[in-house]
Nanobody, 123 residues
Framework: QVQLVESGGGLVQAGGSLRLSCAASGRTFSNYAMGWFRQAPGKEREFVGYISRSGSITYYADSAKGRFTISRDNAKNTVTLQMNSLKPEDTADYYC????????????????WGQGTQVTVSS
């Protein structure tokens, strides 16, 4: 498994931006597709977006399209979630996850997870 540590969460006003980072260790990072998920209070965890092993392919949930961008640096073993135009409904704990080789929108396909970082968007 890959060890993952998220950072960058915090409190931001609606319309603002945050940049979340996920640092990976333990395995060959470039062998893993990376996903971002989030879990709002009282709700189930949901898919936000993923990036392929090379970074050439990204895919986003409708809620994230046009506002969020995922990128990765395989030389630094990091993946980033840039979030712009944040809304109060984006308030959640955000998790990065790793899936060996294949991209997926499905939570159960990911076998390595970070501990999460909290994002709060005030209105």
């Amino acid at each position: 498994q890959v060890q993952l540590v998220e950072s960058g969460g915090g409190l931001v006003q609606a319309g603002g931006s945050l940049r979340l980072s996920c640092a990976a260790s333990g395995r060959t990072f470039s062998n893993y597709a990376m996903g971002w998920f989030r879990q709002a209070p009282g709700k189930e965890r949901e898919f936000v977006g993923y990036i392929s092993r090379s970074g050439s392919i990204t895919y986003y949930a409708d809620s994230a399209k046009g506002r969020f961008t995922i990128s990765r640096d395989n030389a630094k073993n990091t993946v980033t979630l840039q979030m712009n135009s944040l809304k109060p409904e984006d308030t959640a704990d955000y998790y990065c996850a790793a899936n060996f080789w294949l991209t997926s929108t499905t939570e159960v396909d990911y076998d390595s997870w970070g501990q999460g970082t909290q994002v709060t968007v005030s209105s």
